[in-house]
């Protein structure tokens, strides 16, 4: 891929998905491989204005070295430095960028149970952090390819074709070609994701139904005063800036508690570098009470008791079958992607933001409202081509979604 068209991905990143102000810190997130991608929107972060910009490297190799030589004890420490890292950036509130590019099976082998453990003792130290930046930051979630993912996706291609390729299907996805605006499409695009979040909206659904031939047979209540939400957002300051790159949902926090039914998976889960395939979750009082899986069982159970929250509902996310990332006929093996090729649901933490005037309630408040609390946050896609999704309203069903899309 041509350092060109690197360049304009990169200033779609800072501009529109973090939407960096002047005289703002910011700091970026990413593998040591992508060394050359995030020198180049180093550049365009500080051309945005940004005041500093830092760089938080990771490596998959080194990551699995530490998940094995290191103790439980040693793993699940937040180091004093870390803890005040953690301070400055809740003092600071700097755009946070994560630009993902992990081999989905880069983590095979790794003990679940020792990374399950200390990652569950860390979140005890950082989640009040997280807590007291929630809504007031802007982060953007991108990706760019690695070797090993490539060849994950594109098995039978050479690896520097493979590489090529998957350049040219994210940048798909996000609307950079090159010949047009980056911007213009995206304001265009979220003007779309808007009309539909406000239909949505003005319907104040009791409770969603969802089935589909595969199995699928469920229903969800909803949060009488809350919102969907898609497409950019605002932080509490008023910033507008769009999390994830590429998107194509609408989504909402359900009200936790209140889930009935089997929801089958469509496509595979990539989560901490391992792969779970061909599952599915039933729920009974909004709770997961059985589930199933085909490859990868272990991890969906370790998934599932890594806290109360993790077995309750955080999103409920609408995604038409044929959507632009769908019709690409890619299976990315990346959540960012896959989730939004699809239909799909989140287990673990809601988003407090789907509530009516959030801005004026504390995170205590929303989660007493319904929105449900978690140390994770996972997605797993449910659509298929006969998806049927109905909204209730008093005992009036209105149609959302049928044969897999839009119905409106």
């Known amino acids: 891929m041509n350092k060109t068209m690197q360049k304009k991905y990169a200033r779609l990143i800072a501009r529109v998905g973090a939407n960096i102000k002047k005289g703002q810190p910011v700091r970026i997130y990413a593998e040591a491989d992508q060394h050359e991608f995030v020198t180049i929107l180093v550049g365009e972060c500080y051309k945005a204005g940004a005041s500093r910009v830092e760089v938080d490297f990771s490596f998959q190799a080194i990551t699995k070295l530490n998940y094995k030589h290191r103790t439980l004890k040693s793993l699940s420490e937040v180091p004093a430095w870390q803890e005040e890292r953690l301070k400055l950036m809740v003092e600071e509130v700097p755009c946070r960028i994560y630009i993902e590019s992990d081999d989905p099976d880069g983590l095979k082998g790794v003990n679940r149970e020792k990374m399950q453990k200390s990652q569950m003792a860390r979140y005890k130290v950082t989640k009040k952090y997280s807590d007291a930046l929630e809504n007031k930051d802007q982060w953007c979630i991108a990706a760019v390819p690695s070797y090993a993912w490539a060849k994950k996706v594109f098995p039978n291609e050479t690896k520097n074709k493979a590489y090529n390729m998957l350049w040219d299907a994210i940048l798909q996805t996000v609307y950079v070609t090159k010949d047009n605006d980056p911007e213009e499409a995206w304001k265009n695009h979220n003007a779309d994701l808007k009309a539909r979040t406000k239909y949505l909206t003005e319907k104040k659904f009791d409770y969603l139904e969802y089935k589909s031939s595969n199995g699928t047979d469920f229903k969800a209540g909803l949060i009488p005063e809350s919102h969907w939400c898609g497409g950019g957002e605002n932080t509490l300051s008023g910033n507008f800036f769009n999390p994830n790159l590429p998107t194509e949902e609408v989504f909402i926090s359900p009200k936790k508690g209140i889930a009935e039914g089997k929801l089958v998976s469509t496509k595979p889960l990539s989560y901490q570098g391992q792969i779970i395939n061909n599952f599915s979750i039933t729920f009974k009082d909004g709770k997961a009470v059985e589930w199933e899986a085909e490859e990868g069982k272990d991890l969906l159970d370790k998934m599932l008791s890594m806290d109360e929250g993790a077995k309750y509902l ?23 992607f896959d989730e939004n090729a699809s239909c799909h649901v989140a287990l673990g933490r809601g988003f407090c933001d789907t509530i009516d005037n959030f801005e004026e309630k504390s995170l205590e408040e929303c989660q007493a409202m319904g929105v449900n609390d978690s140390m994770i946050h996972v997605d797993f896609m449910i659509g298929a081509p006969d998806l049927t999704i109905t909204g209730y309203k008093d005992g009036v069903a209105y149609p959302i979604f049928r044969e897999g899309n839009w119905a409106f």
Request: net charge negative; charged share 10%.
């Open 314 to 336: 955080g999103e409920l996310a609408l995604i038409p079958y044929n959507s632009p990332i769908a019709d690409t006929g890619i299976l990315f093996y990346n959540t960012l």
